[in-house]
């Protein structure tokens, strides 16, 4: 019998709801508007109201459903369900968010990392369909990832396992936000990528893309760079290779490390497709050791928008 | 009440083998010459009967036995037991060796590799006791590692996981045995080390050191190395805090990435001590980030050439 439960993705612009059935299906879905809360607990009753609705929805009682999971932009104390604070949305810091809605929804209630929720989506129903040991990353703004051991995610002895964009690909290099330096996230982090782009501009290295953005180099993007790298032009696939090849240098240590079953990659950089895919895993390849190497498999991530709701409902099931 | 375990320690010079009780002591020992047996199975029935001796000298019987752990410097199927092949060992590929011994001895046999072995000895018995999620190295030829997840070895969806020594350290770099190349033991393996000091040498900057060999060079290794850190020459405590920022980046991604408990040296080079640990620790505490960082103990493992043995009885408890 397919089980039911809340999936919540809480972002930065948009906080999507949904009832997922055990077998990964989205039934019912919803969506706030995140900003237009002024404080936290307009945004956790109105979160509240649309647990309740989408039950309603599906004609099923909070007994019929096996809990609500959420994923925070932030750092998460899994065990105690406590946020530390997210990024982008005020106000949230050392917020007992398990507590507050079991209190109010009388229904079990687990928060995680969207990150590692993400993970957990993908290797549960999405592109790592019963994968037992995978590494998921994320490509954007900043790089994460999350990692499945055994079928379940590791969150590690702080809960902060996964910095898949903060191990180190160069041995010096450049500073990075998180304190360190010459950090993967600093070489292949959307900035960087634009920024790598419009010094080609500059350089006049690349005369297709300049055309593209009509000259405006502020509307230089990863997007644009993928666009460009679909109509063949080649400063824009020289820039994939580029970032593919350091992808791919710091997954072939994760193959040594970890030797995962696979590795899926998300996140809106990962829309760039085979001209970043192709550099990663010929780097993959290339790098890791033999038996590792041949084992794994590099795949791009499969729910997209909606890996995080159904993650967060797979805490359950 | 205490159970016992038999533990091996197969390797090209020694197999050393005891009898060792659920809480990892040695009750007794013996060692066989590996290199006087000139056949597979003519080393595996003198080890049968030491194992036999080993258990009437305790005054058990093979009843009383949990079962014989036996690690082996090579890659392993840890689930058939099977050996695929060992380092400096002839005649053993693709060897069940599970079978062999349990159809010779009739107690349960468990294979795995002599690092993973190490790893879990220190975890369960050693440095790192009671450690729920570590990452043990070993630092000599070659540099390898176990990691333990959950109390458990971790050995990935090939057997071959924990290759530390083979995450990149550089994004370029020198070509390593692996197939790799700006792999980790590359530039922190026992021959770089001597290399690296050899050249300081010739260039006229280790003048102590050269002193200690009386300038003969192919007798420069690193024990030579740590003696004369200890008696403070600046040469060689520079080439330790060179090798131990080499190392210390590496585990700083290994942190981010796992958020390990604790990370335990061991092997011949981490007799270096403190000249070693402190810019490892350092170079963690700089490169990692914050709350990972901070969380991490970085330990001297404990077993020493016991941790084989003791691990390997150690897959019973």
């Not at 932009?73 to 005020?90: C, K």
């Not at 063949?232 to 020289?238: L, P």
Request: charged fraction near 25%; aromatic fraction near 4%; glycine fraction near 14%.
């Amino acid at each position: 019998m397919t089980k039911n439960a809340i999936g919540i993705d809480l972002g930065g612009t948009y906080t999507k709801l949904a009832l997922v059935d055990s077998k990964g299906k989205i039934k019912h879905r919803s969506r706030l508007s995140t900003t237009d809360y002024d404080s936290r607990d307009s945004l956790l009753e109105a979160i509240a109201c649309e647990i309740r609705a989408l039950i309603q929805k599906a004609g099923l009682t909070p007994g019929n459903i096996e809990g609500i999971g959420i994923g925070v932009p932030g750092l998460v104390d899994f065990n105690r369900g406590l946020v530390y604070g997210l990024t982008n949305v005020r106000g949230w810091k050392n917020t007992p968010l398990k507590l507050l809605l079991e209190r109010k929804l009388k229904i079990p209630v687990l928060v995680d990392n969207d990150v590692n929720i993400m993970a957990l989506g993908e290797c549960k129903f999405g592109a790592g369909r019963g994968a037992r040991n995978a590494v998921c990353i994320t490509l954007g703004t900043g790089v994460g990832g999350g990692i499945i051991i055994d079928g379940s995610l590791y969150r590690g002895a702080t809960f902060s396992a996964g910095e898949v964009g903060h191990m180190p690909l160069k041995e010096d290099g450049l500073a990075c936000n998180c304190g360190g330096y010459g950090c993967l996230e600093r070489y292949v982090g959307n900035r960087h990528i634009a920024s790598e782009m419009k010094s080609a501009i500059r350089a006049g290295r690349a005369p297709g893309v300049k055309a593209m953005v009509k000259g405006d180099l502020s509307s230089v993007t990863p997007e644009i760079v993928s666009k460009a790298a679909r109509k063949g032009d080649k400063a824009a696939i020289a820039l994939w290779e580029k970032i593919g090849g350091r992808i791919g240098t710091t997954l072939s240590g994760i193959v040594n490390l970890l030797n995962p079953e696979m590795i899926i990659i998300g996140g809106g950089v990962a829309d760039a497709g085979e001209p970043l895919f192709r550099p990663v895993r010929r780097t993959v390849k290339r790098r890791s050791m033999r038996i590792p190497g041949r084992a794994v498999k590099i795949l791009k991530a499969k729910l997209g928008n909606d890996a995080g709701m159904i993650g967060a409902a797979a805490l359950f099931f």
